[in-house]
T-cell receptor, first 109, second 115 residues
């Protein structure tokens, strides 16, 4: 599975868009990009995943570059409850998810 | 609510005790997982069950023993644990399918403290 690189932490003002970057330059053609988040002391929560095309659901949007070497998770209107650690994971086939250290997103008033 | 429940939510046990963690999923999934999350460390995969057969074991110590009696239930039996086993133990489930898409849904976890 592709190694992913994320910033350690980010800040965002409440109501603004939060754009969380992820580099996955070694990603292979059949690997999906998954995003999860974990609010303190809770289980991780699935957010979104994609392969090539940009994806959107009720939680977020996922923008994947054309070369697939990086992606951005967008929370369009961040709230205080979006404060969490966000994990970007590359995964293929039947392999399991490997969580890294993620990005600690702090949303402030 | 993710459709994955875990009991108990908190557990304190001595090193000589035997206890079990329980996980139940109400999503009709065919794969279940145990993860361990120690303080300030990434999640570590412990066990995977797919279609009730264990398919992966990442060299977890034998004092942890999983059991998957059916596709909806998963147990983690604990015996003679060490203080360093204190952690958040998370259960997850997914519908593994051809093509590799495999969103995992996690339970709230069991906070385990070994004295």
């Amino acid at each position: 599975d592709a190694k992913t690189t994320q910033p350690t932490s980010m800040d965002c003002a409440e109501g603004r868009a939060a754009n969380l970057p992820c580099n996955h330059s070694t990603i292979s053609g059949n690997e999906y990009v998954y995003w999860y988040r974990q609010i303190h002391s809770q289980g991780p929560q699935y957010i979104i995943h994609g392969l090539k095309n940009n994806e959107t659901n009720e939680m977020a949007s996922l923008i994947i570059t054309e070369d697939r070497k990086s992606s951005t998770l967008i929370l369009p209107h961040a709230t205080l409850r979006d404060t969490a650690v966000y994990y970007c994971i590359g995964r293929s086939g039947y392999s399991t998810l490997t969580f890294g250290k993620g990005t600690m997103l702090l949303v402030s008033p | 609510e993710t459709g994955v429940t875990q009991t108990p939510r908190h557990l304190v046990m001595g090193m000589t005790n035997k206890k079990s963690l329980k996980c139940e999923q109400h999503l009709g999934h065919n794969a279940m997982y145990w993860y361990k999350q120690s303080a300030k460390k990434p999640l570590e995969l412990m066990f995977v069950y797919s279609l009730e057969e264990r398919v992966e074991n990442n060299s977890v110590p034998s004092r942890f023993s999983p059991e998957c009696p059916n596709s909806s239930h998963l147990f983690l039996h604990l015996h003679t644990l060490q203080p360093e086993d204190s952690a958040l133990y998370l259960c997850a489930s997914s519908q593994a399918r051809m093509g590799g898409e495999n969103e995992q849904f996690f339970g709230p976890g069991t906070r385990l403290t070994v004295l």
